[in-house]
Nanobody, 117 residues
Framework: QVQLVESGGGLVQPGGSLRLSCAAS????????MGWYRQAPGKQRELVAT???????NYADSVKGRFTISRDNPENTIYLQMNSLKPDDSAVYYC?????WGLGSYWGQGTQVTVSS
């Protein structure tokens, strides 16, 4: 079973930056999409950013221009560079990977991001 492990979360002041990483425990073949969701207390899980196998990216309107998703294919690792962080960005961030043709999907355990002065 593949495991996804996130890292890089923590406490940061408003306007600061964090870089989240998500590493797979083994190589995942036939990846369709990789991405990040987040969930704040009392709120629904929100899609933050996605990147396809072809490199096409998509972002939630709330993070456009501030967050950047990227991936390292050989290492099956995805990143989320978060700049100009706001208190509303505070949440648990989860990475996920979806394989093509319904082969499988995987979720990380989540990493906490707190933006506060």
């Amino acid at each position: 079973q593949v495991q996804l492990v996130e890292s890089g979360g923590g406490l940061v002041q408003p306007g600061g930056s964090l870089r989240l990483s998500c590493a797979a425990s083994r190589t995942i073949l036939n990846i369709n999409t990789m991405g990040w969701y987040r969930q704040a207390p009392g709120k629904q899980r929100e899609l933050v950013a996605t990147i396809t196998s072809g490199g096409t990216t998509n972002y939630a309107d709330s993070v456009k221009g501030r967050f950047t998703i990227s991936r390292d294919n050989p290492e099956n690792t995805i990143y989320l560079q978060m700049n100009s962080l706001k208190p509303d960005d505070s949440a648990v961030y989860y990475c996920y990977v979806v394989q093509a043709w319904g082969l499988g999907s995987y979720w990380g355990q989540g990493t906490q991001v707190t933006v506060s002065s």
